[in-house]
């Protein structure tokens, strides 16, 4: 998986002059993140969305008589949300870090003086 998201990683690099209609939301949440992250978030999403299926199902009938199935559809949209999520923390904290070190630089500076 990580290989296939490097892959692809490498492909909107290459595409990115002329992104298609569907690229353009995803393509700067998939270079955010680096290969390994998102097949660690891939496969957390997959396995939670299908855990919590799987018990939404089972509070109404036998666990162990009832499919695990999942829509396609539906385990994009919650990886998008997940990966989306994942982007803005690792977004706020390099904001965060930037004002640190700008504060950090403005004491040193009065300390200078």
């Not at 199935?69 to 990886?79: D, E, G, T, Y």
């Not at 930037?98 to 630089?105: A, F, P, Q, R, Y």
């Amino acid at each position: 998986l990580t290989e296939a998201i490097r892959e692809l990683q490498k492909g909107i690099s290459k595409a990115r002059a002329n992104p298609g209609p569907k690229r353009k939301c995803a393509e700067p949440f998939l270079c955010m993140l680096d290969a390994e992250e998102l097949s660690l978030l891939t496969i957390n999403a997959a396995l939670t969305w299908t855990l919590l299926k799987h018990r939404r199902s089972s509070d109404n009938y036998n666990a162990s008589l009832q499919p695990c199935s999942v829509r396609k559809a539906k385990i994009a949209n919650f990886l998008g949300r997940v990966v989306q999520t994942e982007v803005g923390i690792k977004l706020m904290k390099e904001r965060f870090k930037g004002k640190m070190k700008d504060l950090d630089e403005g004491f040193g500076g009065s300390d200078a003086e």
